[in-house]
Every structure is written in structure tokens, then in C-alpha cells.
């Protein structure tokens, strides 16, 4: 495994950019015409790639699969989990000009493949990297056919334990696997910001010592913000052209002002992380000699008088000597008389200490 990890023209790792993909899903309802209109929402927000989800519900769910309680709350009662992928399925025919838009938009084109049929065809389309789902996690067959494609991974680990993700990783890298992304993920619609548990990022980070990102189910996108401030490499959000759209993901996912604002929020915020060295930024030395001390008498004194610390006071600007330096005045004599209010300064001392 590797610390920084190639997709497309897009590199991911510690001090690099952090990688934006705005997860469309299953958000067009089946309709190609809403997923092209994703893409170009996505373009507008200036996102790095947009992400689509390919599968055969047959492979995907069994007959009496039932519904999550989201899935339920958004779809209502009736029908089964595989009805309702079957509404939401995008065929394959759809993908070449899928991933042609994408590259006019000046996007990456990313999908998470369910079953291996799947992914083959995700491969046989040269897409950069294959991302797998939380549910996937210990689908090891399926993590091992797509280890053989030999692109890099991105995997969500929502719902595991740090061993279950050893368990998936030691699997990858058996079959040679170099470059993995992991997602530190709550599967939760919505997820609580109280479940978040975002110091898990660098829990990921040190153990497998590859990039980690932050696959965000909450509501809005101020937990996407502190996981990059908290050093995720890449975050992942779903959104959609509208909340109010039929279907199970909807409702937890951003509205495209919302998607500008996230990724302008998680610029801004990467732009202040900076390099860690603590030193003078160049915006604050034009304001050091303004705001620093500098020792200015506080009292008159004779020829040689011993100065005392009470007769020197720190005061604006800094552009004499520093406070910082008072130890190698005290108990030096003036050379000659000085004034209160004057700046102190070398020529007012002896040559020598006594």
C-alpha cells in the first residue's frame, strides 16, 4: 500500500488537495436525463469527480429482501428492496455518453460497482478507480476481482471494526493491490454528528498508512469541513437536483447551492491547514512592529545610575529593542542622562556591565 494514491489526473495524500466526489447514486431515479443534469450540477460546484452507482438489482437483492427504515421512511411501505432498485437502475447502454459528458465537464467519472458483472463492465469502460460500498466490505470475492483490475480502490468502512477492515485490506493486498483509499463512513440516513466519530480518520491513517477520506451521511455539510480539517484526504457527498424528489436518497442529500457552498467551504478551510512549521506568515510581518513592545524609559535618570527593571517599561512599537531582552540592561549604568518616554537605546549604557 501507498501513502498517496493517482486517479486520473487527480493525486491523493497527505498536502494535497482534498478529493471531492459528489455522490449522484441512485439520485436520478432511473432517469438519464436527470443523471446528465447531475453532471452538470456537479461541474458547476466544482467538485473533482461525480460518482454513480451500477449493479443488477438481481445480483444486488434477493426477492424478499426487505427495505432499510430510511429506505421505507422516503419510498413508503409497499414493495420489496429489489423493486425499488429495479426503478433505479441506469442500463448499461447509458454509460458511454455518461462518462463522455463527464469528461467535457472536465470531471472524473466514478461508479461503485454491486456484483461482478458489474465492475467487469466498469472496467471494460477504463474508468480511473473503482469505489465499493460499506455493505461490500466483507464481499471478499468481490474485492478480490476487482483487486485484479488493478486500479486503485476507494473503500467505505462504515459499519466495521478496525479488524473487519484489517481483514478487508490483508485481502487486497494478497492479490497485489497498491493503491487504496479508505472511507471512514457512518451508514446511517441521516447520521448523527454525535456518531461520527471523525478522529477515526487517523486512527485509519496510522494503522494502514494510506490516504483516508470521509464518506458523509449527515445532514448539511459542516462534519465534511471538520474531516478535512481533521486531515481527511477526500470526502464523498450525495446530492441531488431537489429534497423533494421521490426516492430513498433524497432527503439526506445536499441541494446543488449547497454542494457550491460545501466545496467552497472545504477549500477555504484546506487553504488555512498550511505546512505545521510555526512561523511568521508573510501577511503579518508588516504588522509585527506595530503591535510588538518595545523598552522605552519609565523615569529620568542621572549619569550613572544603575537601571533597575522599574525603570524600564514595554511599550509600541516594536521596532527597538524587545522586552524580550530586558535581563541585559539591568544592572548596567547609563553613560549619560536619559529621559522618560525616550525609546531606550545601546548608546545609553557604559560599554561594560559592573
Not at 143 to 149: G, M, Q, S
Not at 302 to 324: C, F, H, M, N, Q
Amino acid at each position: 500500500m501507498t501513502e498517496y494514491v493517482s486517479i486520473a489526473n487527480a493525486r491523493l495524500g497527505p498536502g494535497e488537495p482534498t478529493f471531492i466526489i459528489a455522490e449522484a447514486g441512485v439520485n436520478h431515479n432511473g432517469d438519464l436525463t436527470l443523471a446528465h443534469q447531475m453532471i452538470d450540477v456537479a461541474a458547476e460546484a466544482k467538485v473533482d469527480a461525480i460518482k454513480f452507482q451500477t449493479f443488477d438489482p438481481e445480483s444486488l437483492a434477493a426477492p424478499d429482501a426487505p427495505k432499510a427504515k430510511y429506505q421505507i421512511e422516503n419510498t413508503g411501505k409497499g414493495g420489496s428492496q429489489l423493486e425499488m432498485l429495479r426503478n433505479l437502475a441506469l442500463p448499461h447502454s447509458s454509460y458511454s455518453e455518461l462518462v463522455q459528458h463527464t469528461a467535457e465537464k472536465n470531471l472524473i467519472f466514478l461508479s461503485t460497482p454491486f456484483d461482478m458483472d458489474s465492475a467487469t463492465f466498469l472496467d471494460n469502460l477504463e474508468i480511473p478507480a473503482f469505489k465499493i460500498s460499506s455493505g461490500d466490505l466483507t464481499n471478499h470475492p468481490l474485492l478480490l476481482h476487482i483487486a485484479k483490475t488493478g486500479r486503485p480502490l476507494l473503500l467505505s468502512t462504515g459499519m466495521a471494526s478496525l479488524d473487519r477492515v484489517e481483514a478487508a485490506v490483508s485481502i487486497l493486498e494478497s492479490a497485489g493491490m497498491p493503491q487504496l483509499v479508505l472511507f471512514h463512513c457512518v451508514t446511517s440516513y441521516p447520521a448523527h454528528a454525535a456518531d461520527c466519530n471523525l478522529r477515526a480518520i487517523e486512527t485509519l491513517r496510522t494503522r494502514f498508512k494510506v490516504p483516508v477520506g470521509w464518506s458523509d451521511h449527515t445532514e448539511g455539510f459542516d462534519i465534511s469541513v471538520a474531516a478535512v480539517a481533521l486531515g481527511a484526504n477526500a470526502v464523498e457527498k450525495h446530492f441531488t437536483l431537489d429534497r423533494g424528489l421521490p426516492g430513498p436518497d433524497h432527503a439526506a442529500s445536499l441541494e446543488p447551492s449547497e454542494l457550491v457552498a460545501m466545496v467552497k467551504a472545504i477549500r477555504r478551510v484546506e487553504s488555512a491547514l498550511g505546512d505545521g512549521v510555526k512561523q511568521p506568515a508573510a501577511c503579518e510581518i508588516a504588522v509585527a512592529p506595530v503591535a510588538y513592545r518595545s523598552l522605552f524609559w519609565s523615569r529620568d535618570l542621572r549619569s550613572g545610575t544603575k537601571v533597575t527593571s522599574g525603570d524600564l517599561i514595554a511599550l509600541r512599537p516594536g521596532t527597538g529593542v524587545s522586552p524580550e531582552k530586558i535581563a541585559l540592561y539591568v544592572g548596567r549604568k547609563v553613560a549619560g542622562e536619559v529621559r522618560k518616554g525616550k525609546m531606550l537605546l545601546e548608546s545609553d549604557f557604559a560599554s561594560e556591565a559592573e
